[in-house]
């Protein structure tokens, strides 16, 4: 007080706020402070529309702007929201002594004005957070083919606003609106309205599922683990009011103990059913016993990467000596359903048949059953599968050799090499004979990989070697 | 909603909420499309508590709770009388909807007893999530609980709907799992497991959408003779080698219709709480499971103190500690220091020399944490030496009930 009354100019200045959290008020008020260089001990602030004989409310942008560190902002835009009248002294405080020496003054956790802050704060975003919560809506039924849903509810601090964005992104297609004392917010699909406090509404009757949460509420609750101090902490009394579900709380308790001492004393009964011996052996049959069951799995399965309207199966015939495995279906496999009928197909079909080898003695299949693309206008692009991609669709891949048992695996490129093996295959390196998890294979390119090279010679010399790959191939499987 | 619907419900929630875990958390931020419902926060919320002190976060129900197996500590098995009920997947989705419109949910936690095979009632539960996700456009959180005993394919397919999946562990002994749950087998729910870690880390590292809040699992403590240090032993080697996220504990408790071979007296809550906190100091506090393990006796936790506590009272010579110098490590072992109480020391010592006062404003338990600190202006005299501490600062006896 010594210091008000030695001040030179020692005046006090009143403030005047709207009610509530009046950021921008605030805000402004705060710049024209600072400007004219008052201490927090000269100011008084208050909330209330502003008298007659009041200075006019301060506008925006009137004083310069002036930079305070984040972590200060995010805090006075949560203290603001905060029911204490004190709030705006405090935060004056706060401001002052950052802009004048105190630059760092928010990073010190052990200052009384910063440590009350924070609490404040703290206060505010649990608030928040149980408005987000402890909202609970009452359907009104349909308007206009939307369905409406009103609530009311009561926060103890100002935070209406800065819930809004939660409820609008949470429940963008239906129509809402939130009463609370404070003011009130309204939904209809395209555009929020922050309205001024409501009283109380009277809520809509008769929705079902109302009744069908607070049996749910109460079913899910374990009489045998009470512990009404737990649930007090975390739903403190004053949000019960607008809880359907807290007025089952006094009855729940007060049967809990009965209840458990009834489960205890009872003996354990003997099963009144016979016991389901057949079922229970039935269950474990439950793997697909044929190729036919495996692959009509695999169509209802939903693709396992982006795009592939359809899974592509294996094609040829059981038993068959060789088996061959690409990559994924392409553009025109996707299409037609079939394996290996795009342009990597048709050349791969014309090397099979310099190699003396022909489709139709073969099993076709690719390591991922789903064409993996994205849209570019009409076209669909092709995408290389990824490795945690790949492995998804081994375990198909296992169980369909494993009904086909073929006598040699052909792992045609990387993907199928990674998918047989199990582990990342460098092509290049691991041409020829390799064992795949105990299977007897064979690594070679895959055929889109001789459409991709630029230079004809190089790729009569790949495709010279890929036929006699496919030849060297068929020799083991035939030996 | 009408009767039958309702009657479902209720006996479908009852035979669901002795699993612990309803938490909603660990996925990314996400919204709905225009016209679409659901958005996911990655905390989580709950959305109403219940007198046991745990939260409501999700709707917890069953897909059906007729079983055709018979784990001896499950309500739900075959042999037990209870009342039987099953739900279509159209009315989980109807539920579920309806609920979260209201707001009293976040999201669906579905789980099943084993209805003609482990394949059919995993591919069941799934058409619950993809009608969810795909026809009604849902970003709300879904927790599946997968079937370990379903082929790996189905499970996996989980992941693409679900942003949790688990799979519970049920007992940290093996030899237990074998005599309690006939037709569980333990090394092939570790498989499901170790499949489902290496497919979620390979999304995670690749950035595409597969159970982005991860796995989890829970154990069941005091139905069988299992130390608590090796339960925590099997929990460090979940989160170490699997990557979990959770592992939670449900203290055994009694059921109606409870089996023969099992204890009919409820294991006490207390050790299902000293268990957590134990688990969070495996995680948080940089503690192993033999340190922990050390606290107590014969592998057992000690039940009247907390396990940080109990170290601490057993390595007296480490304390007491200087706030104003110790580094992080050695104030995380404080007994009454948190992981967010050492941050803000370590962030106030920088403005100068920190005395009781300020522990006070951060920290919210200086008085049990004083007779282990050093601070400017106090210095606890010996007092780590007296043979009374250990009374001085466990709560007095009293009946306990606790914790969710």
Known sequence: M??????????????????????????????????????????????GAPGLFDAPPMAPHAAPAFSLPRAVTELIGLVLCHGDPERHGLLYRLIWRTVKDERALIDNPADPLVHRLMRMAKAVRRDIHKMHAFVRFRSAGMVQGRERFLAWFEPEHFIVEAVAGFFVKRFPAMDWSILTPHGSLSWDGTSLVIGPPALRPA??????????????????????????????????????????????????????????????????????KRDPRKAVE?????????????????????????????????????????ALVGEQPGDQEDVEGRPFVGPAGRLLMKALGEAGLSREQLYLTNAVKHFKYVQRGKRRLHQS??????????????????????????????????????????????????KFEGRPGYVTTHPSYLLRLPDPAAQNAAYAQFVADLKAAAERAAG | MDDTLATKLRILADAAKYDASCASSGSAGRAAKKTGIGSTTGAGICHSYTPDGRCVSLLKILLTNYCLFDCAYCINRRSSNVERARFSVDEVVRLTLGFYKRNYIEGLFLSSGIIRSPDYTME???????????????????????????????VEQAGLW??????????????????????????????????????????????????????????????????????????????????????????????PEASRVLPVKPAPLRRENRLYQADWLLRYYGFSVEEIAAGGTEGMLDLD????????????????????????????????????????????????????????????????????????????????????????????????????
């Open chain 2, 124 to 154: 069941q539960m799934m058409r619950v999530a993809r009608s969810l996700r795909e026809e009604h456009g849902f970003a709300g959180y879904i927790h599946l609980k997968a079937i370990p005993e379903a082929s790996p394919w189905l």
């Open chain 1, 282 to 322: 039935a269950m474990s049959e439950q793997a697909p016993g044929t190729l036919e069951e495996l692959n009509r799995l695999m169509r209802d399965t939903p693709p396992f990467v982006t795009g592939g309207t359809r899974a592509v199966l294996g094609e040829g015939p059981a038993g068959a000596p060789l």
């Open chain 2, 305 to 404: 103190i907390d396990p940080k506590l109990a170290w601490a009272l057993k390595h007296r010579e480490r304390f007491p500690v200087d706030v104003n110098s110790a580094d992080r490590e050695m104030l995380l072992r404080v007994p009454g220091l948190g992981a967010r109480a050492v941050d803000r020391i370590l962030k106030a010592r920088r403005f100068g020399r920190l005395r009781l006062d300020d522990i006070g404003r951060l920290s919210t338990s200086v008085k049990r944490a004083r007779a282990f600190l050093i601070t400017a202006d106090h210095h606890p005299l010996r007092l780590t030496d007296r043979a009374d501490l250990r009374e001085r600062l466990a709560p007095a006896p009293r009946q306990m009930e606790l914790f969710g």
């Open chain 1, 2 to 47: 010594d210091a008000l009354f030695a001040s030179p100019a020692g005046a006090l200045r009143e403030v005047i706020l709207s009610p509530g959290a009046d950021a921008a008020g605030f805000r402004a008020a705060v710049r024209a402070l600072v400007a004219e260089g008052l201490p927090p001990e000269r100011v008084i602030w208050s909330t």
């Open chain 1, 203 to 272: 809520l809509p009757e008769g929705d079902g599922f109302e009744e069908g949460w607070l049996s749910y509420y109460e079913s899910t609750f374990n009489p045998a683990r009470t512990n009404t101090a737990m649930m007090t902490k975390e739903m403190p009394k004053k949000y019960w009011a607008n809880l359907p579900e807290a007025k089952l709380i006094p009855g729940l308790v007060q049967s809990a103990a009965s209840r458990v001492d009834a489960m205890i004393a009872r003996e354990a009964s003997a099963p009144r």
């Open chain 1, 385 to 434: 599968p990824t490795s945690g991609e790949v492995k998804h669709y081994r375990w198909w891949l296992k169980q369909e050799l494993d009904f086909v048992q073929p006598r040699l695996v052909v792992a045609l490129g990387a993907s199928a090499a990674l998918a047989l093996a199990g582990h990342p295959v460098s092509v290049t390196r691991a041409r020829g004979p390799m």
């Open chain 2, 162 to 255: 679900a942003d949790r999946l688990s799979l519970n562990i049920e007992l940290a002994s093996e030899t237990s799992l074998k005599s309690l749950a006939p037709e569980k087998d333990a090394p092939r729910i570790r498989a499901t497991m170790g499949q489902m870690t290496e497919r979620i880390a390979e999304a995670r590292e690749e950035k595409r959408r597969f159970a982005p809040a991860g796995q989890s699992t829970q154990m069941i403590v005091g139905a069988d003779a299992t130390t608590d240090a090796t339960v925590l032993e099997t929990s460090a080697t979940l989160y170490r080698g699997y990557g979990l996220r959770r592992v939670y504990y449900s203290a055994f408790s009694p059921i």
